[in-house]
């Protein structure tokens, strides 16, 4: 079956960047995301990429997509302590006649004042 | 985007009984979702819940067990019965919203309901 895979932990100084990786197996993923679960909440939704696209920019946040890879990662500029939380990657695969959210094990980001 | 409440947001429950959740969403869409996150893992897709029609179980996931409903465009139910401690999870709604640009999907979530089953 399909599989997305992230690294466990990521620690950064207050200020540095962050960057979070993922790798996931369906060359036809039209779509992946990114989202933020902060302790005791919900996911948030905190920006997408399309398939047919290799960056994305938003405020902060900046998506590079590798598709020969399969390498997806989500970098965080000027990181601040409001930005520690679990964040995990998703790819929307086709499956079993429908698309489905595949999602990575999450990365702890833990930003240290 | 959509905004998703659930209740309750959290519940104990003796093992044995049932619970059932309540997913609310602000605008009407076809497409929703019911997930677990057991303590400390990812999340696992439990079912699809379109309105009008039975919904679809993933693998592990029986209807007995999962009992949903989706009476309308806006609302859906899960139920989970006869409870057991392995049943103690996040379980979170989600909704899928296109943009209204062609190929633009976005899904989001509720701020799930915490079970413990004691």
């Known amino acids: 079956g399909e599989d997305v895979e992230q690294s466990l932990f990521l620690s950064v100084r207050e200020g540095d960047s962050s960057v979070i990786n993922c790798t996931y197996t369906?060359?036809?993923?039209?779509?992946l995301y990114w989202y933020k679960q902060e302790p005791g909440a919900g996911l948030q939704l905190l920006t997408y990429?399309?398939?047919?696209?290799d960056m994305k920019q938003d405020q902060r946040l900046t998506v590079l997509l590798n598709k020969k890879d399969k390498h997806l990662s989500l970098r965080i500029a000027d990181t601040q302590t409001g930005d520690s939380a679990i964040y995990f990657c998703?790819?929307?695969?086709?499956?079993?006649?429908?698309?489905?959210?595949?999602f990575g094990s999450g990365t702890r980001l833990l930003v240290r004042p | 985007s959509a905004v998703i409440s659930q209740k309750p947001s959290r519940d104990i429950c003796q093992r044995g009984t049932s619970l059932t959740i309540q997913c609310q969403v602000d605008?009407?869409?076809?497409?929703m979702f019911w997930y677990r996150q057991q303590p400390g893992q990812s999340l696992t897709l439990i079912a699809t819940?379109?309105?009008?029609?039975?919904?679809?179980?993933e693998s592990g996931f029986v209807i007995d067990k999962f009992p949903i409903s989706r009476p309308n465009l806006t609302f859906s139910t899960l139920t989970v019965s006869n409870m057991s401690p392995e049943d103690s999870s996040i379980y979170l709604c989600?909704?899928?919203?296109?943009?209204?640009?062609?190929?633009?999907?976005?899904?989001?979530f509720g701020p799930g309901t915490r079970l413990t089953v004691t």
């Open positions: 998703a790819e929307r695969s086709w499956m079993d006649s429908s698309y489905k959210l595949i």
């Open positions: 369906d060359s036809s993923s039209t779509y």
């Open positions: 990429i399309f398939s047919n696209m």
């Open positions: 605008s009407q869409v076809t497409m």
């Open positions: 989600s909704v899928e919203a296109g943009t209204g640009q062609a190929d633009s999907y976005e899904q989001y």
């Open positions: 819940a379109n309105q009008g029609s039975e919904a679809t179980y």
